[in-house]
């Protein structure tokens, strides 16, 4: 059986994963044609079919999906700032890639989480992998354009922001997560 609560996490898992397929694909189709431009447009069909992965699971759980009308990226532009060059976009989106792995390993080893819950997240969490893997290495190549230090220094910034908005997230959603935990790393 899902409660409430459970529709409402897994609904808002689906919208975040939509969010992040409408950015990448824009993005995508925005920059030059390039490798970076190529793992993106996989990275946004990726992020579009985990929001369909969401989709099944939440039909399997015998429930529609809720309209939530934020997704977690949202809040990110007020914490971090706009990013300004695809190095940035690209560590932040380094940093919430690495949320979304902490956040769906923390579910799947919460008590009582539907087996349908967590071969979704089982499914979700190669690509995941990929996607950290792959923007890692490009960050790495841009080093000799932006500087290591610099990189290194944006995605420390980043990764604070990333910290105070799931914190916030955390606390404003708190009833709603139940035992999923604040994550830490």
Request: aromatic content about 10%.
């Amino acid at each position: 059986m899902v409660d409430d609560n459970l529709h409402w996490i897994l609904s808002f898992y689906r919208s975040s994963e939509i969010s992040g397929a409408l950015f990448f694909g824009e993005l995508a189709r925005t920059i030059r044609p390039s490798a970076i431009q190529q793992d993106m447009t996989r990275q946004f069909a990726d992020e579009a079919n985990h929001a369909r992965y969401w989709t099944d699971c939440l039909a399997k759980l015998g429930k529609e999906p809720l309209k939530i009308s934020a997704a977690y990226q949202n809040q990110y532009l007020a914490a971090a700032g706009m990013p300004t060059n695809l190095m940035e976009i690209l560590a932040i989106t380094q940093v919430f890639e690495k949320r979304v792995v902490s956040q769906y390993t923390l579910h799947s080893k919460s008590p009582d989480v539907p087996i349908e819950v967590k071969q979704t997240i089982a499914d979700i969490m190669e690509d995941e992998c990929w996607h950290i893997q792959w923007i890692r290495e490009a960050l790495k190549k841009m080093e000799s354009d932006y500087g290591a230090d610099n990189i290194k220094a944006t995605l420390k910034h980043f990764t604070e922001a990333d910290r105070e908005v799931y914190r916030a997230t955390t606390l404003e959603h708190q009833e709603r997560l139940g035992e999923l935990r604040l994550a830490t790393r």
